[in-house]
């Protein structure tokens, strides 16, 4: 049976979607934005995380918790909100055992609680596969919101830590035999098994203001980037040179005869938040996020007018078409 891809099918399946008087956004964003009756606006975010396609049988459960918990806490700053309350529905094969089920929901409330998000309710139920599914409810003002929708041309393109590095941990626990040495192989793993959501990045950039647009990676740089440019109708140019490759990938990369720009344009999960500023107020947002949080951000692009195209400048000053090369979940 053809398909479309996920982004394809998910607007032949919502193009008839009725949309409520109440509902500010509703699918194509990180979150849905839903007006309540108090001062503050609603976040919905859902997220499921399955058994051989986002972890391998081998991981640690409670990695596993942590791993479903803080994706769809992500999706939370990823809008400049705080996240809230959440449902879990596990779904349970015939084969797996109580203990190892506990491990994996030991993992999701130690996430939450450092985040305080509090666990409200859920679902379990039997299935042929292991499966997570996480229901979040968030909150925000609704002058602090960002949406993938309001870049203008002229703006900076931002982002947050270093990119690249989960997509080379999940190459290593796929081929666990790779010469690289203990420290720099627990670093990437870390990334890929145990990402951090940008809580404390997205208050710092919400409450300035000063940002036009956000998404977190978690498709890859290509693709999340290609989702603001679509939906602001807006171009955008990035560049290769600019790119922050830690230097834990740049070692993986070398002994593995890798371009670590191929990491970063198309791994996906590293769930850093990628924003666009204008360009006078750049360099004094990126200073603010790094005092309040200790997290560097780099300038890595700028958004241009829409016919202009989506473009990526490579290190040799070459200039190639930006494609969506990213995470796909029927195309895997």
Not at 103 to 118: L, Q
Not at 128 to 146: H, M, R, T, V, Y
Not at 206 to 223: F, H, N, V, W, Y
């Amino acid at each position: 049976m053809a398909h479309s891809g996920e982004f394809g099918l998910i607007n032949k399946l919502t193009s008839s979607l009725i949309k409520s008087k109440y509902v500010i956004v509703g699918v194509g964003d990180d979150c849905a934005v839903i007006k309540s009756s108090g001062s503050r606006y609603i976040l919905a975010t859902v997220d499921a995380q399955v058994m051989g396609v986002h972890f391998l049988p081998g991981t640690p459960p409670e990695r596993i918790g942590r791993k479903a918990a803080a994706v769809s806490i992500s999706d939370i700053a990823a809008m400049g909100g705080t996240p809230k309350h959440c449902l879990v529905s596990l779904f349970l094969p015939k084969n797996i055992s109580d203990a190892y089920v506990e491990d994996v929901y030991r993992g999701i409330t130690r996430e939450c609680k450092t985040y305080s998000v509090g666990i409200v309710g859920g679902n379990i139920t039997r299935a042929p596969q292991f499966a997570i599914d996480i229901a979040l409810l968030g909150e925000a003002s609704p002058k602090n919101i960002l949406l993938r929708s309001g870049a203008e041309a002229g703006d900076k393109v931002l982002v947050t830590g270093s990119l690249g590095n989960a997509a080379a941990g999940l190459r290593l626990l796929q081929a666990p035999r790779a010469a690289i040495s203990g420290a720099i192989r627990d670093f990437l793993v870390a990334k890929q098994t145990s990402p951090t959501p940008r809580i404390s990045e997205s208050a710092a950039i919400a409450c300035a203001r000063k940002a036009t647009s956000m998404i977190d990676i978690s498709d890859g740089l290509a693709q999340d980037m290609l989702h603001i440019a679509e939906q602001s109708k807006v171009g955008v140019i990035l560049h290769e040179k600019r790119f922050p490759i830690s230097r834990e990938l740049k070692v993986f990369c070398k002994s593995m005869r890798k371009n670590p720009s191929v990491f970063a344009l198309a791994g996906g999960e590293d769930y850093e938040l990628l924003f666009t500023v204008p360009p006078e107020r750049a360099d004094s947002l990126a200073s603010r996020i790094k005092r309040k949080t200790g997290t560097e951000v780099t300038e890595i692009g700028e958004i241009t007018k829409k016919e202009k195209g989506n473009w990526l400048i490579l290190n040799n000053g070459r200039k190639m078409r930006l494609k969506p090369s990213g995470w796909d979940h029927l195309k895997i």
